[in-house]
C-alpha cells in the first residue's frame, strides 16, 4: 500500500525556516518524481515545486523560487521541501503528492499524504 | 504560465443530474491535463488524467473530453458521494496551474 506522510508544519514567524518531509512506504521511491502542492486556508490548490526520481532535476513556482529547496533522500525514502524567508503568504496545507506514472510528470499526482499546516505568523 | 480559467466556480445539482464542469487554456498544449476531487479537510484525489484516462479505481460516471484548449470533466449521473471541489490542472510544463476550483453542491 502506498502511504506518504509530511510533518514538519508548525507556526514560525515571518523571515523564518521550516523544512517539511515526507515520508514515503509501499513503491519503489527512487522511481518516481515527487511534487509538493499547497493550499492557503479556504483557497485553491497551488503547485509549489518538483523534482525527478534521481533528484537531478528541480522545478519551482515562481512565487516560491529561490527561497524554498526541495531535495530527496532516495535512501530513506523522503522527500524534502526547505522553506527559508517565509512570509504570512505562505501560511497553507502542505501536500507531498506522488507522480503517477514514473519520472513522467504529464500525468498527474495519484498518490498524496494528508497535508501538514504551515502558519507563519508573528 | 499557462493559466486554467475554470468554470463555473460553483454549481448546485441534485442526485442523478449531468454535470459538467469546463477548464479553458490560455494556450493550446497537449492534452496533459488532469482533474481532480477533493472532499472538505482531505486531499486531492486523481480523477482523469492525460485529458480522457481513467484513473484506475475512479467510477465510470467520470469522464474527461478535450477539444482545442477547452477541456471538460463530465459525471454522467451525480451521486451523494460526489459533492465535493474539482481542480483541473495542466502538466504540460511549469509551473504546473491548476484551475480556481468548481464547488458542486447539493440542490
Known amino acids: 500500500e502506498v502511504q506518504l506522510l509530511e510533518s514538519g508544519g508548525g507556526l514560525v514567524q515571518p523571515g523564518g525556516s521550516l523544512r517539511l518531509s515526507c515520508a514515503t512506504s509501499?513503491?519503489?521511491?527512487?522511481?518516481?518524481?515527487m511534487s509538493w502542492v499547497r493550499q492557503a486556508p479556504g483557497k485553491g490548490l497551488e503547485w509549489v515545486s518538483a523534482?525527478?526520481?534521481?533528484?537531478?532535476?528541480?522545478y519551482y513556482a515562481d512565487s516560491v523560487k529561490g527561497r524554498f529547496t526541495i531535495s530527496r533522500d532516495n535512501s530513506k525514502n523522503t522527500l524534502y521541501l526547505q522553506m527559508n524567508s517565509l512570509r504570512a503568504e505562505d501560511t497553507a496545507v502542505f501536500y507531498c503528492?506522488?507522480?503517477?506514472?514514473?519520472?513522467?510528470?504529464?500525468?498527474?499526482?495519484?498518490?498524496w499524504g494528508q497535508g501538514t499546516l504551515v502558519t507563519v505568523s508573528s | 504560465d499557462i493559466q486554467m480559467t475554470q468554470s463555473p466556480s460553483s454549481l448546485s445539482a441534485s442526485v442523478g443530474d449531468r454535470v459538467t464542469i469546463t477548464c479553458r487554456a490560455s494556450?493550446?498544449?497537449?492534452?496533459?491535463l488532469n482533474w481532480y476531487q477533493q472532499k472538505p479537510g482531505k486531499a486531492p484525489k486523481l480523477l482523469i488524467y492525460?485529458?480522457?484516462s481513467l484513473q484506475s479505481g475512479v467510477p465510470s460516471r467520470f469522464s474527461g473530453s478535450a477539444s482545442g484548449t477547452d477541456f471538460t470533466l463530465t459525471i454522467s449521473s451525480l451521486q451523494p458521494e460526489d459533492f465535493a471541489t474539482y481542480y483541473c490542472?495542466?502538466?504540460?510544463?511549469?509551473?504546473?496551474?491548476f484551475g480556481q476550483g468548481t464547488k458542486v453542491e447539493i440542490k
Open positions: 503528492a506522488k507522480a503517477t506514472l514514473g519520472e513522467n510528470y504529464n500525468y498527474g499526482e495519484d498518490y
Open positions: 509501499g513503491f519503489t521511491f527512487s522511481s518516481y518524481a
Open positions: 523534482i525527478s526520481g534521481s533528484g537531478d532535476n528541480t
Open positions: 494556450q493550446r498544449f497537449n492534452n496533459y
Open positions: 492525460a485529458a480522457s
Open positions: 490542472q495542466q502538466s504540460y510544463s511549469t509551473p504546473r496551474t
